[in-house]
């Protein structure tokens, strides 16, 4: 596609449930980024595909995180168990690769998860 | 480590002032250099890059500076327009990993 999608845009959930969370990248991006964003805060790295590599999951706050990407494309990250401190807006980034300027990263529009 | 827990910095600014946004970054061996701007419910946009070999590099309206003594970069934004209110972020890169700033919420005064 043109950009990077997520899905879905809104999500609101029980305490106790397990989500799923989806991004397709930008068609031949080979590099994928989660990030979390509590309100009013910054980005914080959770995890990072790059190719057949394996992924980079040092941000992962905890075991209830995980995170699943097929080849270069879709990504999907699961949150079992949700807790109320989970409520974020988890955004998906794609870029060309990692290195220099192929490091630039397209967002995507960004889920916003609320845990009741 | 990234900008966890921690509550945006704000500017205000009058509108048709220019704006300057500062990051300071935290591995001299950062190579490449990204503003982002994120607007209310949106995810971050790309505004401007530079890489490390420059010190300068201007856009549309908008003006990266770069100071790699002092490890410092910033974002100049000419004429503000209350349609540049949104937290920026910048982003460094060394080759093997990308960090984000904490930013910085700029809100655009009529």
């Known amino acids: 596609g043109a950009g990077v999608s997520q899905s879905p845009s809104n999500k609101v959930t029980e305490k106790g449930k397990d989500v799923e969370l989806r991004c397709d990248p930008i068609s031949g991006h080979t590099a994928l980024y989660w990030y979390r964003q509590r309100l009013g805060q910054g980005l914080e790295f959770l995890i990072y595909f790059q190719g057949n590599s394996a992924p980079d999951k040092s941000g992962l706050p905890s075991d209830r995180f995980s995170a699943e990407r097929t080849g270069e494309s879709v990504s999907t990250l699961t949150i079992q168990r949700t807790q109320q401190e989970d409520s974020a807006v988890y955004l998906c980034?794609?870029?060309?690769?990692?290195?220099?300027?192929?490091?630039?990263?397209?967002f995507g529009q960004g889920t916003r998860l609320t845990v009741v | 480590g990234e900008s966890v827990g921690l509550h945006l910095p704000t500017l205000s600014v009058q509108e048709g002032d220019n704006s300057i946004i500062n990051c300071a970054y935290s591995?001299?061996?950062?190579?490449?250099f990204i503003w982002y701007k994120q607007e209310s419910g949106k995810g971050p946009q790309f505004i401007i890059d530079i890489r490390s070999n420059m010190d300068k590099r201007q856009g549309q309206r908008v003006t990266v500076l770069l100071n790699k003594t002092v490890k410092h970069l910033s974002l100049q934004i000419a004429a503000t327009q209350p349609g540049d209110s949104a937290v920026y972020f910048c982003?460094?890169?060394?080759?093997?990993?990308?960090?984000f700033g904490a930013g910085t919420r700029l809100t655009v005064k009529p």
């Open positions: 982003a460094e890169s060394n080759n093997n990993d990308m960090r």
């Open positions: 591995n001299s061996a950062s190579d490449y």
């Open positions: 980034a794609s870029s060309l690769g990692r290195q220099g300027f192929r490091m630039k990263a397209f």
